[in-house]
């Protein structure tokens, strides 16, 4: 018996994904689990899962479209679970999604449904493929040269004593060659099959069910590569002393700390020095040079053994840069003073003086009393 969905899967979905997630249907169903293992060259391991729900009954529940739609649409959360039977931390660990969930009519899934000793055949099976690369893993061990010893554990039956892996079948291609294995408990029921090139386990209940695989694997051109850092690093200030000596301030704008490795080239030479910076730590470093003002200077900046910088750098002295920036900032302020000064001479050009309004004289002030005083006279 695979798993009790609701009950099992969903917790598992809400501990490793999200604590919001229900399923959508309610209803308790369980899921026939066959897991096939395919060991290639490189180090990859092609894993083949195979689910078929059914109800507690034991009556098929392929047909069902809401719980096969449930089971597609818990994709994610089940290429979790996947990647938990070779390692103890899923978002370490690198691989590739080959087939999403489909449903293949034509494939057969063996499961207990609850009759002891028996396992009843389902016909059709939704079918995820997915390529984890075993160098990425924790479940991973190098023993010598080319052999190594893998560790599939089954994250169902360490989780609940009611699930475990119905079917485990371990497949070897290509130059992969079985040297050994084992499974624990030692009590644990022994593979029904042993082939040169397959390992298969039907387990009927999960006492007989192994909690863990252990292979030792004879896999060549297996790389392990160094864990990838993102170190990165800037220059942030640059300027030649008067004694010819260029300071640099380098900035760790990057996540981790680390150690980087500054290096200034000139024609004649090249120098290098060695700083640990913290994220967002800044250092001033000394670079005496036989370059004058003027000159350019190539700076680069490496971290973990790669190039994250390379730029040429003006060599300037703080004085004239300072002086640059004072005599810019002066004229500014000059044309600043100019441009008002037009300004306000444009303004008092154009105002015009108001038209001034003309003092009666003496002689029409008497005329005007006068033609008063005549015109008093007729009346």
């Given at each position: 018996m695979g798993i009790v969905r609701v009950l099992a899967l969903t917790t598992l979905v809400l501990t490793l994904v999200s604590p919001i997630i229900t399923a959508r249907s309610q209803r308790i169903f369980f899921v026939g689990l066959n897991m096939v293992v395919e060991f290639t060259d490189g180090g990859i391991a092609r894993v083949t899962l195979?689910?078929?729900?059914?109800?507690?009954?034991?009556?098929?529940?392929?047909?069902?479209?809401?719980?096969?739609?449930?089971?597609?649409?818990?994709?994610?959360?089940?290429?979790?679970?996947?990647?938990?039977?070779?390692?103890?931390?899923?978002?370490?660990?690198?691989?590739?999604?080959?087939?999403?969930?489909?449903?293949?009519?034509?494939?057969?899934?063996?499961?207990?449904?609850?009759?002891?000793g028996a396992m009843e055949k389902f016909r059709g099976a939704l079918i995820l493929i997915v390529d984890i690369f075993l160098n990425s893993?924790?479940?991973?061990?190098?023993?010598?040269?080319?052999?190594?010893?893998?560790?599939?554990?089954?994250?169902?039956?360490?989780?609940?004593?009611?699930?475990?892996i119905d079917v485990m079948e371990v497949r070897f291609t290509g130059n992969v060659e079985l040297l050994n294995f084992s499974v624990e408990p030692a009590w644990a029921k022994p593979p029904s099959a042993i082939e040169r090139n397959c390992l298969k386990w039907v387990n009927l209940n999960e006492v007989e069910a192994p909690d863990s695989y252990i292979l030792t694997l004879r896999i060549p051109g297996v790389v392990f590569s160094k864990p990838t850092r993102?170190?990165?690093?800037?220059?942030?200030?640059?300027?030649?002393?008067?004694?010819?000596?260029?300071?640099?301030?380098?900035?760790?704008?990057?996540?981790?700390?680390?150690?980087?490795?500054?290096?200034?080239?000139?024609?004649?030479?090249?120098q290098s020095r060695k700083v640990f910076l913290k994220p967002s730590e800044e250092c001033w470093l000394k670079f005496p040079l036989h370059a004058s003002e003027g000159e350019r200077v190539t700076v680069k900046i490496f971290g973990e053994g790669d190039k994250l910088l390379e730029e040429p750098v003006?060599?300037?002295?703080?004085?004239?840069?300072?002086?640059?920036?004072?005599?810019?900032?002066?004229?500014?302020?000059?044309?600043?003073?100019?441009?008002?000064?037009?300004?306000?001479?444009?303004?008092?050009?154009?105002?015009?003086?108001?038209?001034?309004?003309?003092?009666?004289?003496?002689?029409?002030?008497?005329?005007?009393?006068?033609?008063?005083?005549?015109?008093?006279?007729?009346?």
């Open positions: 195979k689910q078929h729900p059914f109800n507690i009954n034991g009556s098929s529940l392929i047909s069902d479209e809401d719980i096969v739609e449930e089971i597609i649409n818990e994709e994610e959360a089940t290429i979790n679970l996947m990647l938990l039977f070779f390692t103890s931390n899923p978002t370490k660990t690198k691989y590739s999604i080959i087939s999403h969930t489909y449903f293949d009519p034509g494939e057969e899934v063996l499961s207990n449904t609850g009759i002891p893993t924790s479940g991973f061990l190098k023993l010598g040269e080319d052999t190594y010893q893998v560790s599939i554990t089954d994250y169902f039956t360490l989780r609940s004593p009611e699930s475990w993102s170190l990165k690093a800037t220059v942030s200030e640059a300027f030649l002393n008067a004694d010819s000596t260029l300071r640099l301030k380098i900035r760790n704008i990057g996540f981790e700390e680390g150690f980087f490795i500054v290096s200034v080239s000139e024609p004649c030479c090249e003006l060599l300037k002295t703080k004085r004239s840069e300072w002086m640059f920036f004072f005599m810019l900032g002066l004229s500014g302020i000059v044309l600043t003073i100019l441009g008002a000064i037009c300004i306000s001479m444009a303004v008092l050009k154009s105002r015009k003086p108001p038209p001034s309004i003309a003092e009666p004289s003496e002689t029409s002030i008497q005329n005007q009393v006068t033609e008063e005083e005549t015109g008093t006279s007729f009346l």
